[in-house]
């Protein structure tokens, strides 16, 4: 069944696939500001009133946040995995008040698939801070 030794084409063929692979993923990394993202990708895209925003149009992995409110009533966010208020899966509920609320989804996060849409209820407060996305890699 083995008539020679293939130990050097076997060899050879995975050092190919070594280079191919860390030229994909070379290709597959994001920048932000021309610098390599290593770590969470900070997305300050929030819906400034009751309603809502969509932060990302993507897929990607929700990782943590640090939400706060500034002035007026506290607010309840529902994080979800879709495109418009009322649809797809809530990822996350976070009420938000004046003192800063940060929260961590262990690694490797939370993955949405169409896209990440932020639905505000209630509060008249400007809300500030950001969601945090885990890096491509």
Not at 54 to 64: E, I, K, W, Y
Not at 91 to 99: E, K, S, T, Y
């Amino acid at each position: 069944m083995f008539d020679k030794d293939n130990s050097a084409e076997i060899l050879e063929a995975l050092r190919e696939q070594t280079k191919w692979t860390a030229s994909l993923q070379a290709g597959l990394s994001q920048f932000m500001n021309g610098n390599r993202v290593t770590g969470h990708r900070p997305i300050t895209r929030l819906p400034s009133s009751t309603g809502g925003a969509l932060a990302v149009n993507g897929s990607g992995r929700l990782v943590g946040w640090s939400l706060a409110v500034d002035g007026g009533e506290p607010v309840r966010l529902l994080v979800r995995d879709g495109r418009e208020p009322g649809q797809g899966d809530v990822l996350a509920v976070i009420d938000v008040g004046a003192a800063a609320v940060t929260g961590s989804i262990g690694l490797p996060g939370v993955t949405f698939g169409e896209a990440l849409y932020v639905e505000r209820t209630g509060g008249a407060g400007q809300l500030i801070g950001s969601l945090f996305l885990g890096a491509v890699d």
